[in-house]
């Protein structure tokens, strides 16, 4: 069965840092994109930040580039949100999900984390 584990969520104040953790069962962490959504109070969930199974392509929601940053580490099947200078409309359940080897996409997610809140007061 795979599993998907999100860490690392609070609450912050708005301008601090905070990092997420995904750790993701081995068998398919290695081969996988990876990848961050969110989902905003009254909002759809939306794709926020990926990166390839390869680690050397990433693609980010355009609110969050220069802000937020995704690395993966294979050694400890784990992918992190490096998340700086955050902002109140930030606040969101952020859930990490993996997809089949392809070229890094929005969409089309196989395998879902039960998500993470990240609470940003003003």
């Known amino acids: 069965q795979v599993q998907l584990e999100e860490s690392g969520g609070g609450l912050v104040q708005a301008g601090d840092s905070l990092r997420l953790s995904c750790t993701a069962s081995?068998?398919?962490?290695?081969?996988?994109?990876m990848g961050w959504f969110r989902q905003c109070p009254g909002k759809e969930r939306e794709f926020v930040v990926a990166?390839?199974?390869?680690?050397?392509?990433?693609y980010a929601l355009d609110s969050v580039k220069g802000r937020f940053t995704i690395s993966r580490d294979n050694a400890k099947n784990t992918v992190y949100l490096q998340m700086n200078s955050l902002e109140p409309d930030d606040t969101a359940v952020y859930y990490c999900?993996?997809?089949?080897?392809?070229?890094?996409?929005?969409?089309?997610?196989?395998?879902w984390g039960q998500g993470t809140q990240v609470t940003v007061s003003s």
């Open positions: 999900a993996a997809q089949s080897p392809r070229v890094v996409s929005t969409d089309e997610y196989d395998y």
């Open positions: 990166i390839s199974w390869t680690g050397d392509s990433t």
């Open positions: 081995k068998r398919i962490f290695r081969s996988y994109n």
